[in-house]
């Protein structure tokens, strides 16, 4: 069964430093790879997405990832983190099989310090 | 305008009893989802629908009934109320394959 590790509960950043949140799957096929980010008493919102195709994706806010076949990982990545970016974030992957499903990761929680 | 809307966004319960929450979506989408959120922030997806056809059924017990009376609107009945229900419930959509948009999430609260 396909699964997604976040291997970080939480990670502490401080504002203006770079940020890498990382993300491991389970999955026999190439999946679809997704980043959603909730702020605090929100919805989920959508960051980025990797279908196919170049592997390094952007996204929205200033925020990237990298799809590595060989390492099962799509990590998270933004180069100057803001204070306004503090949320929980979340790694899904969806497969097709039987109706679209997507299974999430448990999220790693960013902390900005000033 | 609202993509996915859910109402209502708070719901303090009793043990026992019987409620309802209500999501529509206005994006087109044929796809529309419930999610259980417990404190942890797990996020767990409980029942998909497509063009109003029940197409994911995850292990949830049968309190739960899901309704969608059109493909822009999935209703979530809970009967019998437990203390292990309270939990934030998020209504979603996509196109199948695509990305989700998300409700702003019901935080139930059973007492």
């Known amino acids: 069964a396909q699964s997604v590790t976040q291997p970080d509960i939480h990670i502490t950043v401080s504002e203006g430093a770079s940020l890498e949140l990382r993300c491991n799957y389970s999955?026999?096929?190439?999946?679809?790879l997704f980043w959603y980010v909730q702020s605090p008493g929100q919805g989920l919102q959508l960051l980025l997405k990797?279908?196919?195709?170049?592997?390094l994706v952007q996204g929205i806010k200033g925020f990237e990832a990298e799809f590595k076949r060989s390492q099962s990982s799509f990590n998270l990545r933004k180069p100057s983190v803001h204070w306004s970016d503090a949320a929980e974030y979340f790694c899904?992957?969806?497969?097709?099989?039987?109706?679209?499903?997507?299974?999430f990761g448990a999220g790693t929680r960013l902390f900005v310090k000033a | 305008d609202t993509a996915v809307s859910q109402t209502p966004k708070y719901l303090v319960t009793q043990m026992g009893n019987d409620k309802s929450i209500k999501c529509e979506q206005n994006?087109?989408?044929?796809?529309m989802y419930w999610y259980k959120q417990d404190s942890k922030k797990f996020l767990k997806i409980m029942f998909s629908?497509?063009?109003?056809?029940?197409?994911i059924n995850e292990t949830v017990p049968n309190r739960f009934s899901p309704k969608s009376p059109d493909k822009a609107h999935l209703n979530l009945h809970i009967n019998s109320l437990e203390l292990g229900d309270s939990a934030v419930y998020f209504c979603?959509?996509?196109?199948?394959?695509?990305?989700?948009?998300f409700g702003p999430g019901t935080r139930l609260t059973v007492t």
């Open positions: 999955y026999g096929a190439t999946p679809y």
């Open positions: 979603a959509s996509s196109q199948v394959y695509h990305e989700q948009y």
């Open positions: 899904a992957v969806g497969e097709g099989t039987g109706g679209f499903k997507t299974i």
């Open positions: 990797y279908f196919s195709g170049d592997t």
């Open positions: 994006l087109g989408h044929d796809t």
């Open positions: 629908y497509n063009n109003k056809e029940l197409i």
